[in-house]
Each structure stands twice: as C-alpha cells, then as structure tokens.
C-alpha cells in the first residue's frame, strides 16, 4: 500500500489550502456549496490520513501527483476559479472512491455531493465536465479492475483457487479415509474374531499339556499296577513250590508259620495293587474330562458365534459349557487308602499270630 494522505509535506499542504478556502471570498451559492464540501473533504483527509491512504489507491496511483502540484500553485492571492474548480474535482474523485469501501449509513453526504455535481456541472469550464462524467459514471469500474489486477487480489484469487482444490480434495480424502475407515473396521472384526479363536486355541493348548501329562501317569499307573499284579501270584507260587519240595510233614499249625513272611508280603503287594488300581483308575478318569474339554474348546470356537442369539431361548445354555469348561477335574483321591492304614493292618495281622 503506497501511503500518500499520511505524508507529512500533503498534511501541510491540505492544512494551508484549507485556511485558503475557509478566507475564501464567496460569491453565490455554488461557490459556498462547493467550499463547504472542500473543507469537510480535506479536513477529513488531515484526520483520517491513513484511512484515506487504505481506501483511495486508485486515485492515490492515477493523480496523486497532479492534485500536488495544485495544492502547491494555490496560495491566498490565487483567485483563478477554474483552478479551485479542479481541486474540487480530485476532491471529488478521492472521495468517491473512499466512500466506496464505507458502510450504506454513509451514503447521505456521498448523494448529496453526487447531486450538487450533477447539478452544478454547468458552471465548470473547459474538460472539467467530462472529468465529472467520468468520475460519476466510469470510474467505479476503472477502480474494480484496479482492483482485481492488484496483488491483494491476485492473493485472493489464488485463496479461491486454492480453497476450490482443497474442496476437491477434501471430497476425495474423505471418500478415501471413510474407506480406510471401513477397511479398519472389518480388520478389527476380523482381530476380535481370531483372538476369541486364540483364547480357545491357548485353552485347548493348555487342556492339551495337561492331557499329554496324564497320559504319561496313566502309563507309569499301568507299569506299576502290571508289575504288582504279576508280583502277587510270583510269591505265593514261590511259597507253595517251596514247601512242597522241601516235604514237611505237619506236626503242628505251628509249622505253619513259615508261610507268614509271604503272607505278609502278599498282603503288603495286595494292598499297593489297590493303591495302583485306584490311582490307574483316577487318572484315567481325569483323562476322560481333559479330553472332553479339548472336545468342548473346538466345539464353541463355532458356538459362540450364536451364543447371543442362542441366549435369547435359553439363557443358562452358555453358563452350562463354562460349569464343564471351568469345574475342578475330578480325581476320587479321598477314595485312596492312604499308606498308614495299610502298615496299620499288617501289624494287628502280626499281632494276631504272635499271640496264638
């Protein structure tokens, strides 16, 4: 923006043609109509200079220099009329061109000197009238393409231009980013579906481990309890091929104590076999539900899909799977004898044949 009004040689100017005017020997109406609208004019240049030099570009561009030399060739012994007359029509044109940028509650003053110009435009001599004309009738236009071929407006147009991409763009964007959206969506429906399938796949895995353990006891059970069963039988074969080769001749029962080490240790074996057989028989219990388990985790990877709809009709039916799913495996260990109770027995047994 080139300042103007703001300048401090126009401030000085304006304020001594303003004393000019306002000594000014007036003759008729015209001249006093027209002196009045002057001084309000330069009057309000010298207050609002930067207000005149933001809104008067065009002007300021086009005839800056022109209405300072007249301001400069007028002093208070200048009485040419025409002179005062074309200081009057620059006046005029600087103030159309500010009113321009002004509010519609200012338009008053501004019709009322466009009416005095109309009316008036006979009593200016030579080019003035045209210059009024002009000033009236072409200039608004001069100073819109004076406008839009200035920078700020070039700025601005570029703005427009550039807000119009973004537009386009913005469309295109969220047309991708609500795709995007989509696509994300149903990746997490998909993530929400593998990690229920997940969960089931580590709880099968861990019944699995758990199963792979069992089945090792089972055998080991198995081992033990095959060795105990064929140990029995071993040591009372052994007792009975013993005393027969060795032909004893019974001259007492009390000869008969000869059996009661392997009575002893058939009934220690007896006892153990039971240990086993209980234990062979837990274990292969607790199996039975490891496994149905594993069968019940595959089975509701595809159940709880439906389980919500499922739960409409029976609300119970899912709590039923979890009861399975989640109760204690069952090992029947308060059924074993213990280890005590077996010695305890075979020390009344001892006990017994001792006394006889």
């Known amino acids: ?14 304020s001594r043609y303003l004393k000019i005017v306002l000594k000014m020997d007036l003759e008729g109406k015209f001249q006093e109509q027209r002196s009045g609208f002057m001084a309000n004019i330069i009057q309000s240049m010298i207050t609002d200079c930067e207000e005149w030099d933001l ?19 007028a002093n208070e012994k200048f009485e040419n009329e025409n002179h005062h007359n074309l200081i009057f029509i620059i006046l005029f044109r600087f103030y159309c061109e500010n009113q321009l940028y002004k509010s519609y509650e200012s338009m008053d003053p501004y019709s009322t000197i466009r009416e005095f110009m109309k009316e008036n435009i006979d009593k200016f001599s030579e080019v003035q009238p ?16 004076f406008i839009m071929s200035g920078q700020d407006f070039g700025t601005m147009r570029d703005f427009l231009r550039t807000k119009e991409l973004a537009s386009q763009y913005k469309e295109v964007w969220d047309k991708e980013i609500l795709k995007k959206q989509n696509e994300v969506n149903n990746l997490r429906e998909s993530l929400e579906k593998y990690k229920t399938g997940f969960n089931f796949v580590a709880l099968y895995s861990g019944f699995s481990n758990l199963g792979k353990m069992k089945k090792s006891e089972l055998r080991w059970a198995r081992f033990f309890m095959l060795i105990i069963g064929v140990a029995i ?42 240990v086993s057989l209980a234990t062979y028989n837990s274990v292969r219990a607790q199996l039975m539900q490891i496994e149905l388990r594993k069968s019940l985790c595959q089975f509701i990877q595809d159940y709880s899909r439906y389980s919500s709809e499922i739960s409409k009709d029976n609300s119970n039916l899912l709590s039923k799977f979890e009861d399975v799913i989640f109760s204690n495996i069952m090992t029947s260990e308060d059924k074993i004898p213990s280890t005590f109770d077996g010695i305890e027995q075979i020390a009344t047994l001892i006990k017994a044949v001792k006394i006889k």
């Not at 923006?1 to 304006?14: C, D, G, P, R, V």
């Not at 045209?130 to 393409?145: F, G, H």
């Not at 002893?264 to 074996?269: D, E, S």
């Open 130 to 145: 045209d210059q009024i004309k002009y000033v009236l009738y072409e200039m608004p236009t001069s100073i819109l393409k």
């Open 55 to 73: 809104n008067s570009q065009f002007n300021i561009h086009h005839i800056s220099e022109q209405f300072t030399s007249a301001l400069t060739k």
């Open 233 to 274: 039988p071993s040591v009372m074969m052994y007792s009975l091929w013993h005393f027969v080769n060795k032909t004893y001749a019974f001259a007492s029962l009390n000869e008969l104590i000869i059996f009661a080490p392997a009575s002893a240790i058939t009934l220690v074996l007896l006892y153990y076999f039971r």
């Open 1 to 14: 923006m080139k300042k103007y009004f703001a300048n401090e040689q126009i401030k000085e100017l304006n």
